[in-house]
Every structure is written in C-alpha cells, then in structure tokens.
T-cell receptor, first 115, second 110 residues
C-alpha cells in the first residue's frame, strides 16, 4: 500500500476484554515497530520485528501484551484482559531497511479506550 | 536516567528567528540519530537523520551531533508558523531498537 495502515482507527472496549490491533506496513518494508503514545509524551517502545522474527519485546508492559508478524508483513498486537491503564494511542511504524539507516514511517495509529 | 532526554518546552520563537532544539542520550554506543516532527493529532514524520559527528544541513534544518557529549540538536532557520509542532528526538541504540524522547513543543509566534 501507499503507507502504513492501522486498524481499527478507534477501539472502545470494556475492561477485561481482549483486543487485537492490526498493522499493515508499507510493502517490502523489513522492520516493523509497535509504540504506545500517551498524550503529550513521545512514543514508548513496545516491540519490534525484522521480517517475521521478533527482535526485542522488552517494552511490552506485562504478559497481557503480545505481538506477532507470522509472514513478515502484517502484524497484530494483542492485549488480553484489558485494563483502563491500557488506554492510549498505539502506533505502528515500518522501515525499508534495518541497521543504522532504519527510517520509520508511521501509521495513523489506533486510539484504544478501555472503559 | 531516561535513555533519550528532551526539554518538554514549550519553546516560543519569533517568526524568522532560529529555533534550537536539544536532546541528550545515555547509550554511548548509539549509532543513528533522528528528528521527527509531530503536528497535533497527527503521526510523527521523519525530518532529519544523522550518523556522524558534526553538522548535516537540509534546507532550513540543520542537525548537529556530538557523540563525545552524547548530544544531538536541531536548528530551524527562518522559523515559520508552520514549524509549530512537537519535535521528537530518536536514537537507535546498541540493542538495535529505536527509542524516542518525550518531545519538545515548539511554538512560532508571528
């Protein structure tokens, strides 16, 4: 596609429900990052992939959060048993290259609200 | 200590002046440094990248890197109202992930 696509754009859920956030990166992009961004803050690293391999998941807050990218393209970030503190903008970004020249292109984000 | 630190601002600069934005980082072996601009309600977009000590110029923007001081800066010359945004410093660490600072809000006053 022309850019990084995230869906849904908005997600409202009740506490305790599971949610799945989808990211479709720019075609051919190798690396894919997930960030969480609170209002007035910078993007907080969650996890990233090179192709289908999850390289670093140290930013995932706890074991309710998981991510996958099984075919090296589309990625899903899953939050189980959601809590109100999970409410935030979740941003996906992809890059054509890895290494020092890893320039990220961001999607529009998914705004998650947990009631 | 945060991995990437920025002054949150807001930084207010008159139109036509030079805006100077600063960033420090903690991982001494970081290799890549980026500046992203984020307009209110929008996603971050890359405006500059720098990898070597010294200055890198692109139009009205100049990025400066000093690895010995672990310091990155962005200068915006001839500031325009359209430059009003949050500027995010990002660093690619030795662990290979890209970490962002909290951003500096810049306001250009006419």
């Amino acid at each position: 596609g022309a850019g990084v696509s995230q869906s849904p754009r908005y997600k409202v859920t009740k506490r305790g429900q599971d949610v799945a956030l989808r990211c479709d990166p720019i075609s051919g992009h190798v690396s894919l990052y997930w960030y969480r961004q609170a209002l007035g803050q910078g993007p907080e690293f969650l996890t990233y992939f090179n192709y289908e391999a999850q390289q670093d998941k140290s930013g995932l807050p706890n074991d309710r959060f998981s991510a996958e990218r099984p075919e090296g393209s589309i990625s899903t970030l899953t939050i189980q048993r959601t809590e109100q503190r999970d409410s935030a903008m979740y941003r996906c970004a992809s890059s054509l290259e890895t290494g020092i020249n890893e320039k990220l292109f961001f999607g529009s984000g998914t705004q998650l609200s947990v009631l | 200590q945060k991995e990437v630190e920025q002054n949150s601002g807001p930084l207010s600069v008159p139109e036509g002046a030079i805006a100077s934005l600063n960033c420090t980082y903690s991982d001494r072996v970081s290799q890549s440094f980026f500046w992203y601009r984020q307009y209110s309600g929008k996603s971050p977009e890359l405006i500059m990248s720098i990898y070597s000590n010294g200055d890198k110029e692109d139009g009205r923007f100049t990025a400066q890197l000093n690895k010995a001081s672990q310091y990155v800066s962005l200068l915006i010359r001839d500031s325009q109202p359209s430059d009003s945004a949050t500027y995010l410093c990002a660093v690619k660490s030795s662990a290979s992930k890209i970490i962002f600072g909290s951003g500096t809000r810049l306001s250009i006053r006419p």
